[in-house]
């Protein structure tokens, strides 16, 4: 345990020559990253809100990890169902955290099943909402269903600093459309929090990280950091009278864009007032431009300290935007994986397209047990108190089709879930009842999800 | 009207506006009803910066070299361009993103930057530590007996240090346990250390001149007591220490600072002084004057900060912070006098000033547009037009290139190519660089020196570098970047160019059908519809390898995919000469190239320099120009309603030698541009 309170030490004098630096000292950072693996305990300290859990529990927190362009599914499948599953090639990464992951098999997202092309941006856009997306590249015509993890901020989000935290590794294309006559916002989220309303999504870990922990600064006293507060306060408090002495002179429209930015001042000032004071201050900042495969692991670290530190309960991680053609020379495949992904039976092709999805595999493999390290207050894991989703836009890379989906459930959702076992439902099983799940879990009261999300699953 | 042989295939891109639009170019309806000229300018939507926009704003607000938009999350596009308002949204992820950019640039402003600090802390269990009794435990230093701990530290400055130890102690027998915090062998400090624990361990500093170089910190246990029988032992332990400095470096220069503070507060009194800085700053950041109230807001807070105790740079600092997350910075606001009202109205001043400088800067109004605005100059057209000539000429036109182009050119794509290692092995940064740099500098020349845009497709010569002279087996210029005669290499105008040919390939081979719908949605504004199910992608039989033009024209028997493809893909065969990074070839897959494409309407063509002619000919082409520019000026797409004011627009334009110039003074001359109205 390497976490060394910060005292009051910082004379005037100290506090003046550390001149109001915006980012706070990190104690390790300075010995060039001596990374000890953390493991936080549970401190009631730690929590925003200094109250106790409720029962002493720790809460149940939702993770929902996105790759693109499908996976190889004759080497996915296990052939044996229940326990002690087999590993087919692509799974193998699995073999450590078998005991902590299901193999769900047979779900489907029917929402994405549109006879039209464009099955990459429908199929993301409609990943966590379980709803169809209008068919337009005008992103004044977007409309989706919210997603599954807003649904979830919106119960249990006040609960923690952060509602959510939406992440991921890529920006967008710069230009053109992104996928047959589809708005590019289908292609770049996975979170909606509203029909045209997605989450935006932060793609350098270090960015993340500043975000989560580095608000606060401890080169200043205590009386300063609450000046500093105060300060802050007012001026929140100006520039919302300037916008809404502004609002009563627009139009309806003009009206509707400015809400957007009364919306997330007041999200500060809440987020201001909830008194959380940073305590839970990781160390090793992940470093800037990293290459893709360090950048991946990076940004998964940061989420489990996001969780770790219950920043927030609600993650969703895209490790690439939907389509992707990115390049995975790293890996020694040539070519690029949208491309691969259409590959039509070509065998080299697809062993290539095998190579990809399994580094994909060993990458949530990692995160599973980073998060099975964590040991909470009550001696559980991190992991234990989790239910961690890995899919795909699509099934097929050539079939583009919406079932028979790629989906691993890792953790046990507090309780919730019975995991390491391989369940094989029914065809069209829609997953949508699989998130209805993982809501009640979390202890969302939701009866139904999206289009088709009627009936949970049992995942005991 | 000259011909078009796209006519009998689309709506001309003027009135290819709307599903449904069925006006006609003189600007009646199917009726026969004649809009009124300057009848509906229509209106832009409340607008955020975007990203680009942001940090250039702060650029020539400030003179900073900070970037802080670069972080922003990225802004989405729609009708090819990421300035459209409609679609700039705010997410609670923006507001955050900008207080923390309004603070840093704030802080930055008033700041004055002391050196570099010298910040270590060195763990008392790592092994550069030594000490001459005790042992290193997981993450402290235990002295068991009377001793010293040795920590070095190499600072490199003169000056003041303070050096800290984080101290606590088994206690145990009469005293405290006694302990030194000192440098270099010598006690600066002698204490008591009361903790007993980590998690309350005590802080103990001292302050010390130090020259530059290697220094040891020595924490000194001097009362050890140990009574076995009894079970009493005292120890000290050391958790960390630690050196910060110097403490008394000089402060530096600001230069931002020196051109914020136009004033001195102590010959004319702080408030005065910072009423004159704020007044200054907003008027310039909110790109109009205050009002009254405005200005007495941010006074206000100014007051507010010193009163609860902050210095004069903390009030001004704070309130400035404010200025830039202001929804006055944020939003290019422009108010209708009646927000419901349909008549059209002129924009105001400095609204009209705002919207020329993010039309061809991509940033805030200059000194000489400001002047404009307040002198009421800008309401008449040969006063609009003298500004957007000196505009143009101005370096800050490269947004044109960088913001305009890059996007409706696909420059901007070329960053983001992955071509495959193991097809063009040639490839790398430098080539991907220098791709880059042809298409921007090429742009560049119709804004820069007002040649004709007809140019852009049959240009002879191109500025190029060595590099590009390889990769195009030219003879290189005789400067770093030099204009040569690319007709030999049959590469005249945009093209020929290696970097459209990369934006428009996949990463192992050509994309005849990008090319030809990058051809027809961004040339010619007459965007192929997207492609029914089951149709992506083409089949690689390695046992019966074929050109792509065969296995596309294979594809084209389909009468499904023929109706599109019929178009788009004989444009596209015009690039086969040039493969997934623009190399010339002679074959495809041990085939010779056949680069031959053909127009509905008959007429042949061979290669892209063949192609470059047909359509420099077509008024489309210069019809798609004025569309897609005056998309960008205002930041919306064009609606039904602005039939005639493209109609006029195009008139100055294509009618004429199709210059840029002309074009941009047009489109900042339309009612369109320079009147907007209420929402009934």
Redesign the interface.
């Known amino acids: 345990m390497s976490f060394k309170p910060h005292a009051k030490w910082w004379t005037p004098k100290l506090a003046k020559a550390r001149g109001g630096r915006l980012s706070a000292p990190s104690r390790r950072a300075f010995l060039g990253g001596a990374a000890a693996a953390i493991t936080l305990p549970f401190l009631e300290s730690l929590r925003p809100w200094g109250q106790a859990w409720a029962n002493g529990h720790p809460p149940v927190r939702l993770v929902y990890y996105y790759v693109p362009n499908g996976i190889v599914m004759n080497q996915w499948k296990p052939t044996q169902t229940g326990p002690g599953y087999d590993l087919p090639r692509i799974l193998e990464p699995l073999l450590p955290v078998r005991d902590h992951v299901s193999v769900l098999t047979g779900l489907a997202n029917r929402a994405a099943s549109v006879p039209v092309a464009g099955d990459h941006a429908r199929g993301t856009g409609s990943f966590l909402t379980c709803a169809t997306v209008t068919h337009t590249a005008d992103a004044a015509q977007i409309q989706n269903g919210i997603s599954v993890d807003q649904v979830a901020a919106n119960a249990i989000g006040h609960e923690t600093l952060f509602p959510s935290l939406e992440v991921g590794m890529s920006g967008g294309a710069p230009v053109g459309d992104c996928d047959s006559g589809y708005s590019c916002a289908y292609t770049r989220n996975i979170s909606w929090a509203g029909p045209s309303t997605p989450m935006a999504k932060m793609t350098d870990p270090k960015l993340v990280f500043d975000r989560l922990f580095a608000g606060f600064d401890r080169t200043l006293s205590e009386e300063d950091r609450a000046r500093r507060e105060r300060w802050r306060a007012s001026v929140l408090d100006t520039v919302t009278d300037e916008a809404n002495t502004l609002h009563r002179r627009l139009s309806r429209s003009d009206q509707a864009k400015l809400d957007e930015y009364l919306t997330g001042v007041r999200e500060l000032e809440k987020r201001m007032q909830s008194g959380f004071t940073g305590e839970c201050y990781p160390s090793d900042p992940p470093g800037l431009g990293l290459p893709y495969a360090e950048g991946v692991r990076a940004m998964n670290e940061v989420m489990v300290k996001a969780l770790e530190c219950d920043l927030t309960r609600v993650v969703t991680f895209m490790m690439e935007n939907a389509g992707s053609n990115r390049s995975f020379d790293f890996l020694g495949v040539p070519g690029a994986h949208h491309e691969l992904s259409h590959h039509q039976g070509v065998a080299s092709t697809l062993e290539s397209l095998a190579v990809i999805d399994t580094w994909e595999v060993s990458q949530f493999a990692w995160l599973v047990e980073r998060m099975n390290e964590v040991v909470e207050a009550d001696g559980t894991t991190l992991l234990d108190n989790s239910l961690v989703l890995f899919s795909s836009e699509i099934s097929d890379g050539d079939w583009h089709n919406h079932d028979d989906l790629p989906v691993l459930l890792a953790g046990s959702g507090g309780g919730h879930a019975v995991p390491g076992r391989h369940i094989r439902y029914s065809s069209e099983q829609p997953i949508a009842n699989l998130f209805l799940s993982m809501l009640q879990a979390a202890g969302v009261n939701a009866s139904s999800f999206g289009q088709d999300g009627t009936a949970p699953l049992d995942l005991t | 009207m000259k011909h078009s042989w796209l006519a009998a295939l689309a709506l001309g891109p003027l009135l290819a506006l709307a599903p449904g639009c069925s006006c006609n170019l003189d600007g009646s309806d199917d009726d026969g009803t004649v809009r009124p000229l300057h009848g509906d300018p229509g ?1 832009v ?4 910066l975007n990203r680009a926009e942001y940090d250039n704003t702060v650029r020539d607000l400030l003179g900073t070299a900070l970037r802080p938009a670069r ?1 922003f ?2 802004d ?5 361009f990421d300035n ?4 700039l ?8 993103m ?3 950019a309004a ?2 640039l704030a ?1 930055e402003a008033t ?1 004055l ?2 050196e570099e ?1 010298y ?5 008392a269990e ?1 092994p550069e530590v030594t000490a001459t009794t005790g042992a290193a435990y997981g ?1 402290y230093y235990n002295l068991w007996s009377n001793g010293e701990l040795h920590a070095p530290i190499e600072v490199p400055v003169a000056g003041l240090y ?1 050096l ?1 130890a ?1 101290l606590y102690a088994d206690q145990g027998g009469p005293d405290l346990a006694l302990a030194s915090l000192g440098v270099d062998g010598q006690v600066l400090d002698t204490f008591d250390v009361v903790a007993a624990t980590r ?1 309350t ?3 103990h ?1 001292v ?1 010390v001149q130090l020259q530059p170089g290697p220094h040891t910190i020595t924490v000194w246990f001097h009362n050890d007591y140990y009574d076995p029988g009894n079970g009493v032992d005292r120890n000290l332990k050391v ?2 220490v630690s050196a ?2 110097p ?1 008394d ?1 000089e402060p530096g220069p600001n230069p931002i600072r020196d051109r914020l503070y136009t004033c001195d507060p102590q010959s004319i009194g702080d408030e005065a002084c910072a009423q004159q800085i704020l007044s200054n700053v907003a008027t310039r950041a909110w790109r109009r004057p205050l009002a009254g109230a ?1 200005v007495g ?2 006074l ?2 100014f007051q ?2 010193t009163a ?3 210095t004069f740079d ?1 009030g001004v600092r ?1 309130a400035l ?2 200025v830039l ?4 910075f ?2 290019r ?1 422009e ?2 006098p009646d ?2 009202g349909p008549e059209a109205v002129p924009l105001g001043d400095y609204e009209l000033a705002s919207r020329l400088s993010y039309f061809l800067w991509s940033s805030m109004p200059d000194e000489a547009l400001f002047a404009a605005a307040e002198a009421g100059a800008l309401q008449d057209d040969a006063e609009i037009e003298r500004q957007v000539r000196r505009m143009l000429a101005d370096p800050k036109a490269a947004a044109l290139t960088e913001e305009f182009a ?2 409706w050119l ?1 420059i ?2 070329i ?2 190519m ?1 071509p ?4 063009y092995p040639d490839f790398d940064a430098e080539l991907r660089a220098s791709m880059k740099e042809e298409m921007e500098r090429f742009f560049a020349s119709f804004v820069g020196s007002d040649r004709p845009m007809s140019e852009l497709l049959t240009a002879t010569h191109g500025e190029i570098d060595a590099r590009l002279a390889a990769h195009y087996g030219v003879t290189p210029p005789s400067t770093a970047w030099g204009a040569v005669d690319l007709t030999p290499a049959e590469r005249g105008g945009v093209l020929g160019q290696a970097g459209l040919h990369l ?1 428009t390939s ?3 081979r050509t994309s005849p059908v990008q090319r030809g719908k990058w051809v027809l949605s961004q040339l010619l504004c007459s965007e192929p ?9 083409l ?2 039989d ?1 046992a019966n390898p074929q050109t792509v033009r065969e296995r596309l024209e294979q594809h084209r028997a389909d009468p499904m995919c023929a109706s599109c493809h019929d178009v788009m893909d004989p444009l596209g065969f015009a690039f086969e000469h040039f493969d997934g990074i623009g190399t010339w070839r002679e074959v495809d897959h041990g085939f010779p190239v056949d680069a031959m494409g053909e127009l509905p309407d008959g007429r042949a063509f061979y290669g892209t320099q063949e192609l470059g002619q047909v359509l420099a000919e077509d008024p489309l082409f210069s019809q798609c120009v004025s569309r897609k520019l005056f998309t960008w000026a205002l930041g919306r ?1 064009p609606a039904p309603t602005d039939a005639p004011y493209l109609l006029e627009i195009n008139g100055r334009f294509g009618d004429g030698d199709l210059r840029f110039s002309e074009l941009a003074v047009a489109i900042a001359t339309s009612p369109a541009f320079r009147m907007r109205r ?2 009934p």
């Open positions: 209106r939507t409340l607008r955020r972080d999350p990225y989405d596009t729609s009708f090819g459209v308002a409609d679609t949204s705010i997410s609670p992820l923006h507001v955050e900008y207080e923390q603070v840093a802080t700041e930057p002391l600090l910040d270590v802390v060195v763990p790592s993450d303070a800290t984080r998690d361990a005590e802080l500093t302050e958790d960390w910060l400095g403490l470096a405005e807001g941010l206000g807070l507010a900060v609860d105790g902050g903390d704070v912070s404010a997350l202001s929804p006055h944020i939003y606001v108010v209708d927000p419901e890059g996007q696909y901007r794509g960053d983001n992955v495959d290692v193991w097809t934006v996949y990463p192992t519809k997207p492609p029914p199910p089951g149709v992506e992608g089949i690689e390695d797409a209420g929402e």
